[in-house]
């Protein structure tokens, strides 16, 4: 028997690729994001995730007023290959109806973990810290439903951006 192997190709996506949405493969209402290439179905949103995203939007409204835009459960532009949908992110204030924002726009960026902390740790705050020192700017990270948020040039968790920053006092949320 003649037994013959065979390579297998794998695509990387891009954030240009806007034929799956238009043939069908998948929906505007799809919780997926694109991580370096692959496309990665998001965990459901539970109440206390939901309950937490909800009193941080509240807080970050008010502290930042019209000084920033927050941002919440939206897409941030990394690279070509990866727009993650990060819980909550500040952004400097300016129009994005042309263009979705990029590292440089980013200042803190939030994510609640509950039923998602080792993947948001090993997966997802790797990216943000690489795209913050690409950028010279932001990166912050959750867990357990408590908020740490970091102010520029500080990435929290397994990875450390440029400079030490302030942080704040960190944000609770309902248990």
Not at 7 to 26: K, P, S
Not at 31 to 40: A, K
Request: glycine share 6%; charged share 25%; proline share 6%.
């Amino acid at each position: 028997m003649d037994t013959k192997t065979h390579e297998v190709t794998r695509r990387r996506f891009t954030v240009h690729d806007h034929r799956i949405g238009e043939a069908g493969i998948l929906h505007e209402d799809d919780r997926v994001e694109l991580i370096e290439g692959d496309i990665v179905e998001m965990a459901a949103i539970g109440t206390r995730h939901f309950a937490c995203v909800n009193q941080l939007t509240r807080s970050l409204v008010r502290e930042v007023g019209d000084a920033a835009i927050v941002s919440v459960q939206n897409p941030v532009r990394l690279d070509e290959h990866t727009e993650p949908q990060s819980d909550l992110t500040v952004l400097r204030a300016m129009d994005y109806r042309e263009s979705l924002p990029m590292p440089e726009d980013v200042m803190p960026l939030i994510e609640v973990s509950d039923t998602t902390l080792a993947y948001d740790h090993g997966v997802k705050l790797p990216l943000y810290a690489r795209a913050s020192r690409r950028s010279g700017s932001w990166t912050s990270h959750t867990r357990s439903l408590s908020a740490t948020p970091t102010r520029p040039g500080m990435a929290t968790g397994a990875s450390r951006g440029r400079g030490e920053g302030k942080r704040s006092s960190p944000w609770r949320c309902p248990s």
